[in-house]
């Protein structure tokens, strides 16, 4: 069963070429976060809008899905989002699905560390001021509050700046605190990776105090949070959401995209429509031949246990000196997450299952007897969250005047996360709302 919901599209039958002339069209390209952002925000404006998927389902890495090995509706991959990220909660707002996302009242997040055996929560209060780093019983085990003075240095750092130039990466706060939130966030090793994407982080993290940085999952999944109730309210507004229907060239001219060439037809566009580029960034520059984009991409892995989680566990824990990073509990399995995951693209699986599980069975006190698993390994989840590859990122306008891009891969000033995506296309619709392009 695909986390998807086809919308009736009269444009499905066309063989030959097609003329939108009598009113503006907004052609989004691609239905990932990105592209659904931007539609949503356009047909909410009163925007006929078409989105053109090349799959079968829409969501990109942010759906859920039927996984036969688990018997189980599971998501892509593991995400987690904040309070702060002031665009992703506005885009759930909008579609009405503010409601799927759970997680504590207050800003808790819980590590264990599985060389020490030690457990311990950071607790940070709500306000700005952060005191939180005065008290023994909130902050990072083993660390002093004037530790935590070292990561001003990333709320300035500049673009050309990794993490390891302006931080120690080495001590409790870097190997508690930095490293597994950096890793998570920017999806590469924190002493390599780009400490103005860092700074970015921490400033819309912790810099914010806690009412910011309350972590909040979508418990049902993905697609039921994000993707199903985009897709409805699209359909609502009378948006096309055109599925299995891949891009093969744009028609570029002097300054405007003349024509969009689809496997089974070809749409000419009318003076005044807009196409919003919506796809990875490795697919991105196949189509646009003088596009500059990132080039270098990271792994993520993600492993899945069909089993009930025991009592008391929390939905979320940070695990130190293991192969698992984070450990997600959900009601009908047990879900890790490893960045920066390269070293296992040629892993065998079954190893690395028991040895993900042998972790999660300490972690947990469960019998130490694997369950039903399924990994996923995403090649190229993410851009390489480095200096020159941040460096790459280009903005949402183009040179042509009717063609703009959206993706957490353009300058959104994130790193690669959903709230980058959803900024971008918002971003993107706003372009299209305030331009005129003829």
Not at 72 to 94: E, R, V
Request: with cysteine; hydrophobic share 45%.
């Amino acid at each position: 069963m695909r986390a998807a919901i086809a919308v009736a599209d009269p444009l499905a039958n066309s063989a030959s070429r097609l003329l939108l002339s009598t009113n503006r069209t907004i052609h989004v390209i691609g239905a990932g976060l990105a592209g659904l952002s931007a539609a949503v925000r356009l047909a909410s404006a009163g925007q006929h809008v078409v989105v053109h998927e090349l799959a079968r389902h829409a969501g990109g890495r942010c759906r859920s899905y039927f996984e036969p090995a688990l018997g189980l509706t599971i998501d892509n991959g593991n995400h987690l989002l904040l309070s702060g990220n002031h665009a992703a909660i506005g885009f759930l707002k909008t579609i009405g699905a503010e409601d799927k996302l759970a997680g504590p009242r207050e800003s808790v997040f819980t590590f264990a560390d599985l060389a020490t055996g030690e457990r311990w929560q950071l607790r940070l209060n709500n306000g700005r001021l952060p005191w939180w780093i005065f008290s023994k019983a909130r902050r990072i085990p083993r660390t002093r509050a004037r530790d935590y003075l070292a990561l001003l240095g990333l709320l300035i750092a500049g673009r050309d700046h990794s993490v390891g130039e302006v931080i120690d990466c080495t001590g409790a706060l870097y190997e508690r605190l930095c490293r597994p939130i950096l890793l998570a966030a920017l999806n590469a090793e924190p002493p390599k990776a780009s400490a103005q994407l860092a700074g970015a982080v921490v400033r819309e993290s912790l810099a914010r105090g806690g009412a910011a940085c309350r972590p909040l999952i979508a418990t049902d999944g993905l697609g039921a949070a994000f993707i199903d109730p985009a897709l409805a309210y699209l359909r609502g507004r009378g948006a096309v959401v055109r599925f299995d229907h891949q891009l093969r060239r744009l028609d570029l001219a002097e300054d405007r995209v003349g024509a969009l060439q689809f496997d089974e037809d070809v749409i000419e566009l009318a003076r005044d429509d807009v196409v919003i580029l919506a796809v990875p960034a490795w697919i991105a520059p196949t189509l646009v031949p003088e596009l500059v984009a990132p080039k270098q991409f990271q792994a993520i892995l993600n492993a899945h246990f069909a089993i009930t989680p025991p009592p008391g566990l929390p939905s979320m824990l940070g695990v130190i000196n293991g192969t698992t990073e984070w450990l997600f509990s959900f009601a009908d399995r047990l879900s890790v997450t490893i960045s920066a995951a390269d070293r296992f693209n040629e892993a065998a699986r079954e190893p690395l299952a028991h040895t993900i599980w042998s972790e999660v069975a300490a972690l947990t006190g469960l019998d130490g007897k694997i369950p039903r698993w399924h990994i996923i390994k995403e090649r190229r989840a993410t851009f390489a969250a480095l200096p020159g590859e941040n460096a790459r990122r280009p903005g949402s306008r183009t040179r042509w005047r009717n063609l703009i891009l959206a993706g957490d891969w353009t300058a959104t000033g994130l790193p690669s996360t959903i709230e980058s995506s959803i900024r971008s296309g918002n971003r993107a619709a706003e372009i299209v709302t305030r331009t005129q392009f003829w």
